[in-house]
């Protein structure tokens, strides 16, 4: 809703999941990310399906000139990162949350003016188990076709600042992030390499190298999940977003992100068929590569009965939004 320089969004959906009576051995703890407020609720949860109602963005956004301001749940495009994220805008997800369409969003406070060059301010309210709230800066301006920006701040309670980069070649678009972090007393270093590509309308693939040195190579799949960027346990990885148009209403969606140390592999391959301007379904299908006490596909043993690993799963669920 728009009203001369106001706008007021909403974006609400609803998942209907259905499964198999397959009831784990033990309670299974919710990890879905913390809000300052309450986004999301669950409509009803049985042995065989739930529904999750979630508010996906909800807004308020001021225009006067080259000054905008947004207060509430939004999208906050901090980095070039279409499948990493080298700076931590977002909260944790489990890795099984992939949509490319719907990018995450989160509490904040948007401060931009756009003049000679853009000026992007950001506060962010802590979320739980965060001792200090966090804010972003970035300073950005295209020069000769070359979108250049600078970036600072602080996140997940640690200092950052770095720079990034987008520009085309040929008829790809190549994206380049290198941010640095201060936490402990010591230097942390995050980076990553995306290069676009459209092959014909219906066909178009992303591809991305991370550096994450948060990581380490390690056995144990509890280790590594400290830092909210990147919820991997290694230090290199690869991944990729290929999708097909079949249909206007259809797509076909392969996603592949690789532990190149391991290494292991995690596949989602999912179809997303839109019924109508408000009603899609989707079904797919998680895939983990890997064999030992690799990331993906790996076990690593609680107990002599249960082993914890990365499950390979089948969905279908169905989304209402309005």
């Known amino acids: 809703m728009t009203y001369r320089w106001a706008r007021l969004e909403i974006a609400n959906e609803t998942f209907f999941h259905y499964r ?29 399906a739930d529904a999750l109602n979630r508010f996906d963005r909800a807004f308020m956004q001021l225009e006067f000139g080259d000054f905008k301001t947004t207060f509430g749940k939004q999208v906050v495009p901090m980095g070039v990162g279409q499948i990493f994220n080298a700076v931590s805008q977002i909260q944790r997800y489990p890795l099984i949350f992939i949509d490319p369409e719907f990018p995450k969003t989160e509490d904040a406070a948007t401060f931009i003016w756009s003049g000679p060059f853009q000026v992007e301010a950001r506060y962010l309210p802590k979320s739980p188990g965060q001792q200090t ?20 701040g602080r996140s997940d309670n640690k200092t950052f600042f770095g720079g990034e980069s987008a520009f085309n070649v040929g008829q790809g678009l190549l994206r380049v992030e290198l941010v640095s972090y201060f936490s402990n007393q010591k230097h942390y270093g995050q980076g990553l390499l995306g290069f676009d590509y459209v092959f014909s309308p219906a066909w178009s693939s992303k591809w991305e190298v991370f550096y994450n040195s948060f990581g380490e190579v390690t056995q144990n799949p509890l280790t590594g999940l400290f830092h909210r960027s990147a919820p991997f346990q290694g230090t290199w990885y690869a991944g990729n977003v290929t999708t097909w148009e079949i249909h206007p209403l259809l797509k076909a969606n392969l996603v592949s992100i690789v532990n190149l140390k391991d290494p292991s592999a995690l596949f989602h391959f999912f179809l997303n068929y839109s019924i109508s301007n408000s009603w899609d379904l989707l079904a797919g299908q998680f895939l983990n590569v890997g064999s030992g006490t690799s990331e993906f596909g790996g076990q690593f043993r609680l107990t002599p009965v249960m082993s914890l690993g990365q499950p390979d799963i089948s969905y279908a669920a169905l989304r209402w939004y309005f």
């Open 20 to 48: 198999r009576n397959n009831p784990s051995l033990i309670p299974v703890p919710d990890f879905s990310p913390q809000s300052a407020w309450r986004p999301q609720w669950t409509l009803f949860d049985s042995t065989n």
């Open 133 to 152: 709230d966090n804010f972003h800066f970035r300073m950005k301006k295209t020069i000769s076709g070359i979108d250049i920006a600078l970036t600072g």
